[in-house]
Structure formats: structure tokens, C-alpha cells
């Protein structure tokens, strides 16, 4: 069965800082994974998505995110934090075809 | 182009009324999916219909809980009676044929406070 596990429920970062947020898969097939952004009081919405094509996906709003299938990870990454960043972030994993499954969400802070 | 639709956005209720969720999918998505979020457990997914028929319903919490979709371009989900942990936002997302790499679109949710 597929399934992520984001470390870290909260991340804080400065303004202009890297963001780094952690997710590993675990997946007895090629895993189709998949990063979203929740903002407060809204739906989630896709940032980008790994299928396989490249290992080096680049999403919306400057983030991107690296499979390694070695490490069996698939974090997201942006290198200047901005203020608007600041939101919960769900990694995924397709489950065939019942959708997805998720973790439990990273929080990221913007310190000013 | 008009994403997944739900209503109502808010809602809250007494203890042991019936709550109807409405969603109305991305037009030509063939599979919806019903996911409840809360603090404590995240993103559980309910239930998912493929071309209107129920699939796995294995995440539905109880038989408070039922959910349909009599066409393509809706589905409702509903609890009854609804007890006070019922609170929480009720999010439908859709999915065209695409195969396995394609996203899911998310309405806005209901959030749902029973008191």
C-alpha cells in the first residue's frame, strides 16, 4: 500500500530564507507523488507533481520539489521564503485509481 | 472554466439534525471524491464514486454517514443524526480519465460545527 510521511507538523523560516519541507513515500509501485497547498479557509490546490517523466519537477510560485527514488523522498523546496508562502503543504501519493493519500500537513511559518 | 463547486461553504447545526453536503464536479471528471479534514487526523478520504457508482465507501465513519451521486454532475453527503465530532470541513475533489498521474481538483469545502 502507498503512503507519505511529512516530518515535521510546523517548519519556521525567515523571509528570504530556503524552504525545505520533508516527505517520504513509501510505495511497492512507481509512485506518482504529489504536492498541494492549502491556504486558510480554501481548498487545496496542486503545486506540482512527480510522474515519472523528470525527478526535478518545478510547481507554481517558485517551489520545486526532487524524487529520489534512493531515498525514497520527494521534498519540496523554494529558495526564498516570501510572506505569502505561509500556508499548510500536503504531500500525496496517487493510490491507483481511489485518489490519493495524504500526510499530515506541514505548517510553514514566515518570520519577518 | 468553473472548478468543483460545494455548498454549503459554512454550516452549523445541533446535535442529531440531518446535514446534506452538496458538490457538483468538474464537468467530464469521472470520479469523485468525498475527504473530511480535522486537526487530530488530516485528510481521511470518505468515499469515492467512479461514473456514479460507489466504489469504496471504507472510510465512512458510521451508518450516520451516507453519501450519493444519482448523476454525473452531483453528490451529496450526509450525516444523520450529526453528533458534535462530526465537526469538521468536508472537502469533494474530482478527477478526469486520465490515468494515474492526473490531480485531484478541490472544491472550497463545507465546514461543518456541530454543537
Known amino acids: 500500500a502507498q503512503s507519505v510521511t511529512q516530518l515535521g507538523s510546523h517548519v519556521s523560516v525567515s523571509e528570504g530564507a530556503l524552504v525545505l519541507l520533508r516527505c517520504n513515500y513509501s510505495?511497492?509501485?512507481?509512485?506518482?507523488l504529489f504536492w498541494y497547498v492549502q491556504y486558510p479557509n480554501q481548498g487545496l490546490q496542486l503545486l506540482l507533481k512527480?510522474?515519472?517523466?523528470?525527478?526535478l519537477v518545478k510547481g507554481i510560485n517558485g517551489f520545486e520539489a526532487e524524487f529520489k527514488k534512493s531515498e525514497t523522498s520527494f521534498h519540496l523546496t523554494k529558495p526564498s521564503a516570501h510572506m505569502s508562502d505561509a500556508a499548510e503543504y500536503f504531500c500525496?501519493?496517487?493510490?491507483?485509481?481511489?485518489?490519493?493519500?495524504f500526510g499530515k500537513g506541514t505548517h510553514l511559518i514566515i518570520q519577518p | 472554466d468553473a472548478g468543483v463547486i460545494q455548498s454549503p461553504r459554512h454550516e452549523v447545526t445541533e446535535m442529531g439534525q440531518e446535514v446534506t453536503l452538496r458538490c457538483k464536479p468538474i464537468?467530464?471528471?469521472?470520479?469523485l471524491f468525498w475527504y473530511r479534514q480535522t486537526m487530530m487526523r488530516g485528510l481521511e478520504l470518505l468515499i469515492y464514486?467512479?461514473?456514479?457508482?460507489?466504489?469504496?465507501d471504507s472510510g465512512m465513519p458510521e451508518d450516520r454517514f451516507s453519501a450519493k451521486m444519482p448523476n454525473a454532475s452531483f453528490s451529496t453527503l450526509k450525516i444523520q443524526p450529526s453528533e458534535p465530532r462530526d465537526s469538521a470541513v468536508y472537502f469533494c475533489?474530482?478527477?478526469?480519465?486520465?490515468?494515474?498521474?492526473?490531480?485531484?481538483?478541490f472544491g472550497e469545502g463545507s465546514r461543518l460545527t456541530v454543537l
Open positions: 500525496a501519493v496517487r493510490r491507483g485509481a481511489d485518489g490519493l493519500t
Open positions: 510505495s511497492s509501485v512507481p509512485p506518482y
Open positions: 512527480y510522474t515519472s517523466a523528470a525527478t
Open positions: 464537468s467530464g471528471h469521472n470520479s
Open positions: 464514486f467512479n461514473n456514479n457508482v460507489p466504489i469504496d
Open positions: 475533489a474530482s478527477i478526469g480519465a486520465g490515468g494515474n498521474t492526473g490531480e485531484l481538483f
